[in-house]
Every structure is written in C-alpha cells, then in structure tokens.
T-cell receptor, first 113, second 113 residues
Framework: DAGVIQSPRHEVTEMGQEVTLRCKPISGHDYLFWYRQTMMRGLELLIYFNNNVPIDDSGMPEDRFSAKMPNASFSTLKIQPSEPRDSAVYFC???????????FGDGTRLSIL | SQQGEEDPQALSIQEGENATMNCSYKTSINNLQWYRQNSGRGLVHLILIRSNEREKHSGRLRVTLDTSKKSSSLLITASRAADTASYFCATEPYNNAGNMLTFGGGTRLMVKP
C-alpha cells in the first residue's frame, strides 16, 4: 500500500493568499484526520471525518479554516485568507477505527510570509 | 490541553545504551500508543498497549503501563543512531465518545554513534 499521501510537501505563500492542502488516505480506512504541528503547541487535532462526514471540527482555529472530504479517497484543508501564524506542518492521517493505530502522511510544511 | 505529557523533553545517549521515556496522562484510557517521528517525516506507530495490559514488547521496544499512576514508559534497548527521533505517546480516552487520540508533546531522543 502506498500509505497516506499528502501534497504539496512544501508551500510558501504570502499572507492573504488561499492555501489548499491535499490528502489521499489509505484505501479502506474510514477515518481521516487533519493535524497541525508547531513547536509551541505540539500536535493538534484540527478535524476528523468518518465515512467522509466531518465528525468533530472543534480544533479548527477559526472560520478561515475549512476541510472537505468529497469522497473516500480525497480530502482538502483550505485556509483563506492565510496569515503568518498559520505557518506550521500539517499532517493528514487515516485509520480503520478509532482505537486502531493511525497512519500519517509526511506532512505539508506551510510557510506564510 | 494535552492528555499525555512526555518526560524528559530531550534525551541524549550513546549508541548501545538504553533509552527510557515516560508518559503521564490525566484521564482514564482505553489504550495508549507510542509513535516515532523522524525529522521531516510523519509519525509512525510503534506499539499499542490496552488498559488491561501491563507490559508489551516489540523487538527492542518495551512498553509498560500503570493505570493506577496514569503513566507509561517506553524503553528502547541497545539503542542505535537510527533510533534518533522524537517519540510521542497518545491516549484514547475511556468510553471513546467521538474523542480521538490525544498526543503528548514528545521526547526528542538523540543517539550518538
């Protein structure tokens, strides 16, 4: 299996621009998670989906952030407009069930100038 | 707030030595998981220990769980330079009612050759 695939690996853009991060989960995994990792705050859960339906988005920082999962093999995390404080590494992960180990992609390193 | 807190935050040892990392958590759990993160990569699942288990082994890894103290430890025996990484514990809350894994802040392990 190819594992969780994220794109792009790196993104540098100016503040105010729209940023779209993409994730392809492992086939057959019903749960998909978006995390943000920073030195100051560690690894934070932003939102997760079950069978393509958003279940808990309480970790989404503010309305500038939105996530979608139009089908079982694709999800996006969008930031509009972006701000310098959004700079972080964003990870996508998937799993078969809530108790099972999560499989992480290699992340998108986002820098907002 | 973080459910799991790792200790120490950073650890530097010589190749061949054992490395012990600790994790404390606050609320009752269903299971506790340990992950490794190499620089620039996503988290990789190492081992899962359930709340009714006290010890588990996987190769050079040994994990213990003390639910009365709400703590766990990860022991890496005969460490190698390739073990250099950050190690995270993650807890699944008891009676998981839509609450997913909560990750600690991690221990940065450096194994010097």
């Amino acid at each position: 299996d190819a594992g969780v695939i994220q794109s792009p690996r790196h993104e540098v853009t100016e503040m105010g621009q729209e940023v779209t991060l993409r994730c392809k989960p492992i086939s057959g995994h019903d749960y998909l998670f978006w995390y943000r990792q920073t030195m100051m705050r560690g690894l934070e859960l932003l939102i997760y989906f079950n069978n393509n339906v958003p279940i808990d988005d309480s970790g989404m920082p503010e309305d500038r952030f939105s996530a979608k999962m139009p089908n079982a093999s694709f999800s996006t995390l969008k930031i509009q407009p972006s701000e310098p404080r959004d700079s972080a590494v964003y990870f996508c992960a998937s799993t078969l069930s809530p108790s099972a180990p999560q499989h992480f992609g290699d992340g998108t390193r986002l820098s907002i100038l | 707030s973080q459910q799991g807190e790792e200790d120490p935050q950073a650890l530097s040892i010589q190749e061949g030595e054992n490395a012990t990392m600790n994790c404390s958590y606050k609320t009752s759990i269903n299971n506790l998981q340990w992950y490794r993160q190499n620089s620039g990569r996503g988290l990789v699942h190492l081992i899962l220990i359930r709340s009714n288990e006290r010890e588990k082994h996987s190769g050079r890894l040994r994990v213990t769980l003390d639910t009365s103290k709400k703590s766990s430890s990860l022991l890496i025996t005969a460490s190698r330079a390739a073990d250099t990484a950050s190690y995270f514990c993650a807890t699944e809350p008891y009676n998981n009612a839509g609450n997913m894994l909560t990750f600690g802040g991690g221990t940065r392990l450096m194994v010097k050759p």
